[in-house]
């Protein structure tokens, strides 16, 4: 999302833009976030708090005019919906684990830790990170990254990848993917619609992932 601003100044509009539109975020946790990075990367001198906190109400002001317009089930919301029924069929599958890979297999096993110590276990797992939701706010789509833990087999990873298909493309996600056990799955057409309310469930927290996964196989 290019602006006529400084490098700098660009590198944290950019940060902001991603954290308003991800919807994962209140205002004063954007705020916190985004005076915390700027102090970080030693642009105290060129940026100041009021232009954050203004860049933040700009793009925040915008996403509240285009989410006018939206048609309901947004495809954010039928990728959470995809998400939670996953979970039904002991997939682990988690929103936005960190900002890496790693990150995302990290959560993923800490999760199935929690299901083994209540002699339960997945049928594998599947993630967007930090950098997938970065591209999918631009519009970018959407990238699913997929596997079970402890699995070196190419047939157990395609078999959970074809699990995690069949259930996008029941929510009318439409996917790419070669069939093969290294390529993540593709969400091409996606556009990222929410907004934070802080009345809805904390997807950034997986106890829900866990009950659910358990509660469905009691």
Known sequence: MKQNMSEDQQFIFDSIYTQVRSGFYSLEDIQNNIIEEIEDNGFEDEISEDWAYQQIENVYQQLLEESKLWQAPTETERLIMAFDELATQRIIALHYPGYTTDDGDYEAVEVERALRENN??????????????????????????????????????????????????????????????????????????????????????YNYVIDSILENHA
């Open 120 to 205: 339960e276990k997945s049928e594998g797992y599947c993630f967007y990170h930090g950098q997938d939701l970065e591209r999918a706010v631009l519009g970018e789509g959407l990238y699913i990254s997929f596997q079970k833990i402890n699995n070196e087999s190419d047939v157990v990873s395609k078999e959970v990848a074809k699990k995690i298909i069949e259930v996008l493309e029941k929510h009318n996600l439409p996917v790419e993917w070669n069939g093969k056990a290294t390529t993540r799955i593709f969400i091409p057409v996606f556009k990222w619609q929410r907004v934070y309310n802080e009345e809805d469930r904390d997807l950034l927290n």
